[in-house]
């Protein structure tokens, strides 16, 4: 089934579906969860029944992350370190998924970082930026790659994404027809984000035709975004669905607790996505949430499917 831009996908409450295709032995992993989005997304797959491996960078937060939830009765969570931005902590964590779990059945790609505040667009810290939100999924995803069940559900990946990252936000006509070929390649995509850093190194990004706003965040997302697309297209009738996600302007540590809902709302709609019924699934697809009259989970509970990643 195809859908179009403006094509709205209603999203059931797995715990109602009456063709839920998960049990206790599916393994879901979640990065950056030790707070916020991420936090919320693990807390609400255990409550359904999934096995969850909740990541973080940090060792003492990750185990504070797990404590609380085990607190709440919710003892089908296991912690690892793991920080995205770092190759050998990826390689590390990999090694130790492969060695304790069977398979991998759903992915979210959450951890991402920002330094600036809300109104400012500052560029210092781009090489993290892009390192942490796109290079670091990048590296983990292809990594685990190999370890995704393929024998009978279909396996997800959910890229945790922004509208700011959006081809309608890049100025430069040039990027957009790259970005938007139906040839689009991982080197391609590399490119792109090597032109944007050298273009910050020269302070030359201004004026080259970039997201306006939190350009640096913004570039990561539009990376993402694009090699979602790509993976997509790879693993097109094999048995793998990668997406992507924009939550909406979420209350968390990023937005400095501002937004038009809460981190638990916004994971809700995460988890409805991840996991989808069999025949709902999409791939290659760009989710938009709360960008509507209502971002209310109780009183909208459907979703803009976009094509143009």
């Given at each position: 089934m195809r859908f179009k831009e403006t094509d709205q996908l209603p999203i059931i409450s797995p715990s109602l579906s009456p063709t839920r295709w998960w049990s206790e032995e599916t393994v879901a992993i979640v990065t950056g969860a030790n707070k916020g989005i991420?936090?919320?997304?693990?807390?609400?797959?255990?409550?359904?029944?999934?096995?969850?491996?909740?990541?973080a960078r940090d060792i003492e937060r990750g185990c504070k992350?797990?404590?609380?939830?085990?607190a709440q009765g919710l003892h089908n969570i296991t912690f690892f370190c793991l920080d995205v931005s770092d190759p050998c902590s990826i390689k590390t964590f990999v090694s130790w998924f492969s060695e304790n779990f069977v398979a991998l059945d759903i992915l979210v790609n959450?951890?991402?970082?920002?330094?600036?505040?809300?109104?400012?667009?500052?560029?210092?810290?781009?090489?993290t930026v892009i390192r942490t939100n796109f290079k670091g999924p990048k590296l983990l995803t292809e990594a685990l790659l190999p370890m995704f069940r393929t024998s009978s559900a279909i396996s997800r990946i959910l890229n945790v994404s922004s509208r700011?990252?959006?081809?309608?936000?890049?100025?430069?006509?040039?990027i957009r027809e790259v970005l938007r070929s139906e040839k689009l390649s991982e080197d391609d995509i590399e490119g792109v984000v090597g032109l944007f850093l050298e273009q910050v190194k020269t302070g030359t990004w201004k004026t080259r035709g970039?997201?306006?706003?939190?350009?640096?965040?913004?570039?990561?997302?539009?990376?993402?975004?694009?090699?979602?697309?790509?993976?997509?297209?790879?693993?097109?009738?094999?048995?793998?669905?990668?997406?992507s996600f924009c939550p909406g302007f979420t209350q968390t540590s990023m937005t400095r607790c501002k937004g038009d809902h809460t981190a638990d709302e916004?994971?809700?709609?995460?988890?409805?996505l991840a996991l989808l019924p069999q025949e709902k699934i999409q791939s290659g697809k760009f989710f938009l949430w709360g960008s509507?009259?209502?971002?209310?989970?109780?009183?909208?509970?459907?979703?803009?499917?976009?094509?143009?990643?």
């Open positions: 991420g936090f919320a997304l693990v807390k609400r797959m255990a409550e359904l029944g999934l096995k969850v491996i909740l990541t992350a797990v404590e609380a939830l085990r959450n951890a991402a970082v920002s330094f600036n505040e809300i109104n400012e667009n500052s560029v210092e810290h781009a090489d700011l990252g959006s081809l309608n936000k890049v100025g430069n006509p040039s970039w997201p306006e706003l939190w350009t640096d965040y913004a570039v990561s997302k539009l990376a993402l975004n694009a090699y979602t697309r790509v993976l997509a297209k790879r693993y097109e009738g094999r048995g793998l669905s990668v997406n916004a994971a809700i709609v995460a988890a409805r509507g009259s209502s971002t209310s989970i109780s009183s909208n509970n459907n979703v803009v499917v976009s094509s143009k990643l």
